[in-house]
C-alpha cells in the first residue's frame, strides 16, 4: 500500500511542477510579447521620423538646385 500511495504522491507533484512552469512559461510569454509590441512602435515612429526628415532634406536639396 506504500508504493501506491507515493506513486500518486510524486505524481502529483510532478504535476504541479508542471504546472507551475506552464504559468511561468505564459507569464514571460506575455511580457515578450508586450516588448515586441512596443518595439515595433518605436521602430513605426522611428520610420515616420525617417521618413519626414528625408523629405524635408528633398525639399531644401531641390530648393538650392
Partial sequence: MFWPMLAIAVG???????????VRVFVEAQRLGRQ?????????RA??????AA??????????L
Fill in 12 to 22: 502529483f507533484c510532478g504535476l504541479a511542477v508542471l504546472g507551475v512552469l506552464a
Fill in 36 to 44: 515586441v509590441d512596443d518595439s515595433a512602435r518605436r521602430i513605426h
Fill in 47 to 52: 520610420a515616420e521620423d525617417l521618413e519626414r
Fill in 55 to 64: 523629405a524635408g532634406a528633398a525639399r531644401s536639396t531641390r530648393d538650392v
